[in-house]
């Protein structure tokens, strides 16, 4: 999944942008090898492993010291289990301001509960992922369309990648590593800054999909 979530990442990105990629104990040689021969910047997470959770918000935590040890301005996270449409990165950071998150449109495979569309379109694995359904579909339903009000679109804005200025992390971040007022770092993370009257909105111009599994 590694090597086809960074590949259209960077190729459908849309604008200039720098990849670093958080790598932990478990990450196997062959992706330390790949991201070797790309030349992609790292941020390793360092410590005990603990439960899944728990490692999970220590990836995503580090990854925002990239606007520390990388100087960035814009962290904008994604996991390996994306795929993502044409443009998804330029109509993200495009509607950026210091005191706003931008959300992508996401759409889910649904073999999970979701808030989200649903719309399976395999899994993001060179040979597996409908790559060509999955352009067309979001030909159909682009736009370049700034949503601002969460109660007329129906659902929370929240979704990965979102794009976090440095701003609003020293503020409000880093996500906690465990259950929080029964939910996760993420949300946490999104109800304070949403509490602080930090903007959250979504772009339809960014589109992602996220493959759930079980298991």
């Not at 005990?48 to 925002?64: T, V």
């Not at 996500?175 to 946490?188: E, F, H, L, Q, S």
Request: with cysteine; charged share 30%; proline share 4%.
């Amino acid at each position: 999944m590694f090597r086809f979530a960074t590949r259209y990442a960077l190729e459908n990105a849309g604008t200039e942008c720098e990849f670093v990629a958080v790598i932990d104990s478990i990450t196997s040689r062959e992706v330390r090898d790949y991201i070797k021969e790309k030349g992609y910047s790292t941020l390793e997470v360092k410590g005990e492993r603990r439960d899944w959770l728990y490692n999970l918000y220590a990836c995503w935590n580090r990854g925002y010291d990239a606007f520390y040890e990388y100087g960035a301005d814009i962290v904008v996270p994604f996991g390996v289990d994306h795929a993502f449409y044409k443009g998804w990165l330029k109509y993200l950071v495009k509607y950026v301001k210091p005191n706003r998150i931008v959300n992508c449109k996401l759409i889910e495979s649904g073999r999970l509960p979701s808030i989200h569309e649903c719309r399976d379109f395999g899994e993001p694995v060179e040979g597996r992922f409908r790559l060509k359904e999955f352009y067309e579909y979001c030909e159909r339903i682009w736009k370049d369309e700034l949503v601002t009000d969460e109660r007329s679109y129906g659902r929370r804005f929240d979704a990965m990648p979102f794009a976090v200025p440095k701003e609003v992390w020293g503020l409000y971040g880093p996500m906690p590593k465990r259950i929080v007022n029964g939910v996760t770092g993420d949300t946490y993370f999104f109800n304070r800054c949403r509490e602080n009257g930090v903007e959250i909105v979504k772009s339809l111009g960014s589109i992602s999909y996220h493959y759930q599994k079980r298991g």
